[in-house]
């Protein structure tokens, strides 16, 4: 099974979203999935595990993640105490630098999480009561739709991004613990398929490095990122694929053949079932 996208139905011209203390059983909850959009979610109550990219993390009251576009991740509320939140996303072109030439970026969150691949923020008191505010004000404004209330969700949005730019200030910000939920071997094996990526890696290499049986290794894998191996290792292929797409002037080949496909058409093949279009179609929409 692939990875779900996430579709967004909104209005090309006001590329946002928010679902508003939203809770979830885990039946409910979206499979595996990835999508173009960023996202925050904010944790009111309740607990659960996240896996986002290559960690599990506790949710507790408080949290906050930063998800960037293309990011794998799934939800896993408890059963007894689900988890209530605020889940905000928004493409990256909506809060662009308004001058030409400016360095300032509200992306620079998103982009500090996918780096340090720490992606959980343990919310200080001050800023939890301010970002609840925050998306109180953007709620009302969305179910309100008064003049201008584009432009209020906006700057709502910008006053949460440039108060979590100043809270994940890495000297502000000590690394968060991911959860210790899984066996180590596992979380060693998440590390180890990011760094082989483009390898010769697979279920039989993996499960024999781990020194555990293919079969063992597959109902763990499951159980802690919601998908196989296979699934797993070619989604994040293409996710880098696209990255190559967007930052270089190589051609399809070549990146397919990079990201450790056999062939073009089946490098054609997967791009679309997990992004929607063709490589060549994305790298149309890009330029």
């Known amino acids: 099974m692939e990875p779900f996208r996430k579709p967004f139905h909104s209005d090309a011209t006001f590329p946002f979203d928010m679902v508003y203390k939203d809770t979830k059983q885990s039946q409910e909850e979206l499979p595996h999935h990835l999508h173009d959009w960023c996202e925050l979610i904010y944790v009111y109550r309740g607990t659960g595990k996240f896996f986002i990219d290559q ?3 506790d949710m507790h009251p408080g949290d906050l993640f930063i998800i960037p576009e293309d990011t794998i991740h799934r939800a896993f ?5 689900p988890v209530t939140s605020t889940a905000i996303f928004f493409d990256p072109s909506f809060v662009r630098p308004s001058y030409i030439g400016d360095t300032f970026t509200y992306l ?30 953007i709620q009302r404004e969305m179910l309100d739709k008064r003049s201008g209330y584009r432009h209020a969700v906006t700057l709502h949005l910008q006053y949460i991004l440039f108060g979590l730019i100043r809270e994940t200030d890495p000297e502000h910000q000590p690394e968060p613990a991911s959860s210790d939920y899984g066996p180590l071997w596992m979380q060693q094996t998440l590390r180890d398929i990011d760094g082989h990526l483009f390898g010769d890696i697979g279920l039989a290499s993996l499960s024999r490095q781990a020194a555990v049986s293919a079969a063992h290794f597959s109902r ?20 880098q694929a696209k990255e190559l797409l967007r930052q270089t002037d190589s051609n399809v080949s070549s990146i397919a053949v990079l990201c450790g496909f056999e062939s073009l058409p089946h490098f054609y093949r997967v791009f679309k079932k997990i992004t929607g279009v063709t490589p060549a179609a994305y790298k149309r929409q890009i330029l």
């Open 220 to 239: 763990v894998f499951k159980q802690l990122t919601g998908m196989n191996v296979t699934t797993y290792i070619t989604t994040k292929r293409i996710i």
């Open 108 to 137: 620079h969150p998103f982009r500090e999480s996918k780096r340090r691949k720490s992606y959980k923020l343990i919310c200080p008191p001050a800023f939890r009561n301010d970002l609840e505010q925050h998306m109180q004000q």
């Open 77 to 81: 509320p408890d059963r007894v105490r």
């Open 55 to 57: 960690k599990l993390y």
